[in-house]
């Protein structure tokens, strides 16, 4: 499968933080994708731009806080994350760019 531009669309960008990385143990990886992907989209995505195979797909949306910033009230947006599984034997490495 060749990456396309609307696979691009759909991973925004790998997430690095010390839960994420807990899953690469597991075999999976953290992505934050387009608000609008659906589990087929991230996992289609996921196969061409990587060339791997995706096992399973798991997705949660954080909702935005509301903070402050130099008293004035301002409001975080929305995070759509994807957790993908991958098969045995597959990785990625996200340390490093598309």
Not at 51 to 79: C, E, H, M, P, Y
Not at 92 to 97: A, C, E, P, R
Request: charged share 30%.
């Amino acid at each position: 499968m060749s990456a396309k531009a609307e696979h691009y669309d759909v991973i925004v960008k790998p997430i690095i933080t010390e839960k994420a990385t807990m899953t690469s143990e597991n075999n999976g990886v953290v992505f934050q994708v387009a608000k609008d992907s659906t589990k087929p989209q991230i996992k289609q995505a996921v196969e061409a731009l990587f060339g791997v195979k995706v096992k399973a797909v798991n997705t949660t949306v954080t909702k935005g806080k509301q903070k402050r910033f130099r008293g004035i009230l301002g409001r975080r947006s929305d995070v759509k994350k994807a957790y993908v599984t991958l098969e045995e034997g597959n990785t990625i490495d996200v340390s490093t760019g598309l």
